[in-house]
């Protein structure tokens, strides 16, 4: 086997904003109840950013979490891929003030804009910038307030989503030969603009000039979600010629616990796989699953040499898959 570089991860770390904002909360806001929200959505609580509190500062915590548990410094970070659809401003990129805020003067730092499927497309992107040599080490970070976006009288959107951010080191290293190397193995992404109208902002620089709010079809994402996710799933199994049994853990993005599960389900991954947070984390579309994966990491579930496979959907509709041996 001809030696190869591989993006191993070296670390995981996670924020999430002090304020908790428990289902029962919302009655007070608008027609619901902690059972009307449990059972649609298998949410309890959220964190909710507070003053102070901003895309980029909750990017800054989890990335020193995570500098700290790979055994790093910022210095020696030279490529930082941020995830988010709520920066601090319209520009320059949040991945560039994470950048500064951390003490980095050399590489370089962008953003993604996917939505909900930012990370798995950030974790991708950077994965190809460190097997082409151009970067060593990348910061991959998954990051949003949400909550600075939602129409607070929508009963629809406003219980499902939370804020938080979460944060992953990979490292390029040689695979060796080895039948089972460690690092990104696969990914797929997809997307489709004909359904932009289903989960959407109203609002931008180019067309209203404000920041707008988030407008949901519920069912109609619903309905496309299962499928979608389980089709790039199956690409992901084809290409890594492997199957259900052997994933370790399955790490969804967090959005609904029935997609998840149906989902699960769908492609025949054992329930006691799948890891969900999604109760007490609420909808943090990019940084769902980085904030998944590290409290999986912590509580010592996700082990060296585990198949790991995350997945997202989000607006666009963007969609995909990456398979990651840890």
């Known amino acids: 086997m001809t030696s190869r570089l591989m993006s191993v991860v070296r670390g995981t770390g996670s924020c999430l904003p002090e304020r908790i904002m428990w289902n029962q909360d919302f009655e ?5 109840s ?3 929200i449990r059972q649609r959505t298998g949410i309890a609580s959220r964190h909710i950013a507070g003053e102070g509190e901003t895309t980029v500062s909750l990017a800054d915590t989890a990335s020193r ?5 790979a055994g790093l410094t910022p210095d020696d970070i030279d490529l930082i891929v941020l995830a988010t659809a709520t920066p601090n401003n319209t520009f320059p990129a949040s991945a560039v003030q994470l950048q500064a805020q951390l003490g980095i003067a050399h590489g370089f730092a962008f953003d993604i804009q996917a939505v909900c499927s930012g990370f798995v497309y950030a ?8 097997k082409s040599g151009m970067a060593r080490r990348a ?3 998954g990051a949003e307030t949400f909550s600075r976006i939602l129409d607070w009288q929508d009963r629809s959107t406003c219980v499902l989503f939370g804020d938080g951010a979460g944060a992953v080191v990979l490292e390029a ?11 990104v193995l696969v990914s797929r992404l997809r997307s489709d603009g004909a359904h932009q109208s289903k989960l959407y902002v109203d609002g931008g620089p180019s067309t209203t000039g404000t920041v707008g709010k988030l407008r949901m079809e519920g069912r109609e994402v619903f309905k496309h979600a299962v499928g979608m996710i389980t089709d790039v799933i199956e690409e992901s199994f084809t290409a890594a010629g492997i199957g259900p ?3 370790d853990w399955f790490v969804p993005h967090q959005a609904n616990r029935r997609i998840i599960d149906a989902s699960a389900k769908k492609l025949g991954i054992a329930a006691e796989k799948v890891i969900i947070t999604v109760e007490g984390h609420g909808n943090t579309s990019a940084a769902s699953i980085p904030l998944a994966l590290d409290v999986a990491v912590r509580d010592g579930r996700i082990k060296s040499g585990d198949l790991v496979l995350l997945e997202a959907m989000g607006g666009g509709f963007t969609w995909g898959a990456v398979l990651v041996r840890w």
């Open 65 to 69: 979490r995570a500098l700290d548990a």
């Open 28 to 32: 007070g806001i608008v027609e619901t």
């Open 34 to 36: 902690d059972e009307w």
């Open 139 to 141: 910061l991959i970070v």
């Open 173 to 183: 290293v040689e695979a060796g030969d080895t039948e089972e190397p460690r690092g």
């Open 245 to 247: 049994d052997d994933v």
């Open 123 to 130: 974790l991708t992107t950077a994965d190809l910038y460190l």
